[in-house]
């Protein structure tokens, strides 16, 4: 529709020297208004139908980029940085918006302008449109020039951005050692000399786009003087109409935005490519667990766990974490696993929850190979509380009852006194319905630990890990919670982990591990009675509670 304003021009321009009657007239200037509402309605149409589908586009790729992230293993989040995943979610993503949105409707708005726009101008006057349009190739060499090397400065400001977002989030999350540690200071320099380096590096790509689309407006202006020049003469020669003189240099004139948004077109294309780039990464990423087929059935229940001659080696590291590992624990029993710290004691912990596959070996639950076990399956079975758990900035409920979609308040209330949290939860403002803000920030490492021992029992495991998780409690409330547990869960299979050896006592069979392997076990009687390196922990740290309660 804007193509045909210089058209209904040169047709009034034309008419004039007839003089018309003013119903003529009036037919032209309706026509203009009615041009007017059509492209109103267009605009609102791009808004709708070409910016909308951009934020689609954004929305599924989000979900799906989300949805991949869930899947890839441990393995590949050790060489990844939060707040680079962050900015590749919300940074990059925005550019592919960008690109999909206000990027192809210029795209395609430019393209179709410019070769109507010489088409029209060629049937005005096909030798002005010749001459006039001759320095107009020069702009394709300059594009293709530039294309490259704007690509690369693109993506280098995008890393650097996700830098930034690193950093931010770094900082952020580690506050409270900032402030012990007086490091503000020191971090406002550091954040400074980011944004210097990111101000520089986007200098970059603006210096580049100070000589390309400066350039592209010269060729429009040697062009237009051309128009001028040899268009004027035209019409003084009467070779020309008024009419057409005028209409052939609107024509020309609509060039100068698609001109114009080829660059801005050419700015957001080499900036989406990169961002995109960087979003196809996490997505060709893949988990190196090897999962079954959907075929494979379900496991009913835990059964027995038996490791054979497992080995286990961590990425990029030459020795080995595991070695030859030979270890059988009947269903229901419970084990304690002690060593220095290294010994291996949390990687074996990590082969049963499946967060790694053996270098060597195989592990069998209920005589049938891990690898074979669906992962949700296999994990549904198990519950595990580490020394430093995770929780999420919602309610002490919330967090509770993470593992179950249905449980009743008296069930929460039940496993809350298992856990001994009851006097606790009393404290609280709100009670089980107290927000802990990010990461339990509100709560004490003895509290978020007992928290977390009560979300993994009231998924009522077949399998229940341990990993010095009584670590921030005293020696009573630990042995209290302990009976607790055992009380509750007779039937489940027990994996304790602890520097403590108060904490294993009472279980059925005792290992002691060193460099990855296992060095002894027994139960607690008989490893004292052996006089080895499990007696020698167990006397020094007799020794110790000793001293401290004749201090």
């Known amino acids: 529709m804007t193509l045909t304003v210089p058209w209904l021009i040169k047709e009034f321009i034309d008419i004039l020297p007839g003089k018309p009657s003013s119903q003529v007239l009036f037919k032209y200037v309706l026509l203009l208004f ?46 990844q940085n939060t707040g680079d995943l962050m900015s590749r979610a919300t940074n990059d993503l925005r550019a592919v918006r ?52 704007i690509g690369k400065r693109h993506k280098a400001v995008q890393e650097h951005l996700a830098r930034i977002t690193g950093q931010v989030q770094e900082n952020l999350a580690g506050i409270r050692v900032l402030h012990a540690f007086v490091q503000e200071e020191n971090e406002k320099i550091k954040f400074e000399q980011l944004n210097k380096e990111y101000i520089n590096k986007n200098l970059h790509v603006t210096r580049m786009f100070g000589i390309f689309t400066p350039t592209m407006i010269f060729v429009i202006g040697v ?126 912990t990590q ?89 339990g920030v509100s709560l004490s490492g003895g509290q978020k630990q007992r928290i977390a021992l009560a979300r993994a029992l009231i998924t009522k495991p077949e399998l229940l890990i341990l990993d010095d998780a009584f670590s921030h409690l005293d020696s009573e409330t630990e042995e209290e919670i302990f009976e607790n547990v055992q009380g509750q869960l007779s039937k489940t299979t027990t994996l304790i982990i602890s520097h403590r050896l108060s904490a294993v006592r009472r279980a059925d069979r005792i290992i002691v591990m060193d460099a990855g392997q296992i060095i002894e076990q027994g139960n607690h009687a008989s490893l004292v009675k052996l006089e080895g390196v499990y007696a020698n922990l167990f006397q020094n740290q007799l020794l110790a509670r000793e001293m401290e309660i004749f201090l």
Do not use: C
Request: proline letters at 4%.
């Open 98 to 149: 960008e690109f999909f949105g206000l990027g192809v409707l210029i795209l395609i708005d430019a393209v179709f302008v410019i070769f109507a726009a010489v088409g029209m101008m060629s049937w005005v006057n096909f030798d002005l449109a010749l001459r006039v349009l001759l320095p107009l190739p020069f702009v394709s060499f300059l594009f293709f020039y530039f294309v490259r090397e």
């Open 223 to 348: 062009a237009a003087m051309l128009s001028l020049w040899m268009g004027g003469k035209a019409v003084i020669s009467g070779s020309m109409t008024l009419g057409s003189f005028v209409a052939f240099n609107g024509y020309l004139m609509l060039l100068s935005w698609p001109m114009m948004g080829i660059g801005y077109v050419f700015n957001l294309t080499q900036k989406g490519l990169a961002a995109m780039g960087r979003i196809q990464d996490i997505f060709v990423s893949q988990s190196e667990l090897k999962l079954p087929s959907e075929e494979t059935t379900l496991v009913g229940e835990m059964g027995d766990v038996e490791f054979r001659e497992v080995s286990f080696s961590y990425p990029a590291e030459e020795s080995l974490g595991l070695k030859q590992i030979n270890l059988k624990i009947s269903q229901g029993q419970t084990v304690g696993v002690v060593g220095v710290i290294g010994s291996g004691k949390t990687t074996l």
């Open 34 to 79: 009615l041009v007017s509402l059509v492209l109103v309605a267009g605009r609102y149409g791009w808004r709708m139908y070409m910016f909308g589908p951009s934020r689609k586009i954004e929305f599924d790729i989000l979900n799906q980029l989300f949805k991949h992230l869930l899947t890839l293993d441990r393995t590949w989040y050790l060489n």
């Open 351 to 439: 082969m049963l929850l499946r967060f790694y596959d053996p270098t060597a070996g195989v592990l069998l639950i209920g005589n049938r190979p891990i690898k074979e076990i669906p992962l949700q399956d296999l994990r549904g079975l198990i519950g595990y509380v580490s020394q430093e758990p995770f929780l999420f900035s919602t309610s002490i409920r919330d967090n509770i009852v993470l593992g179950r979609s249905s449980v009743s308040e008296r069930e929460v209330e039940e496993i809350v006194r298992i856990a001994g949290l009851s006097k606790d939860v009393d404290r609280f403002p709100d009670r089980l319905d107290t927000l802990i803000g990010e990461r």
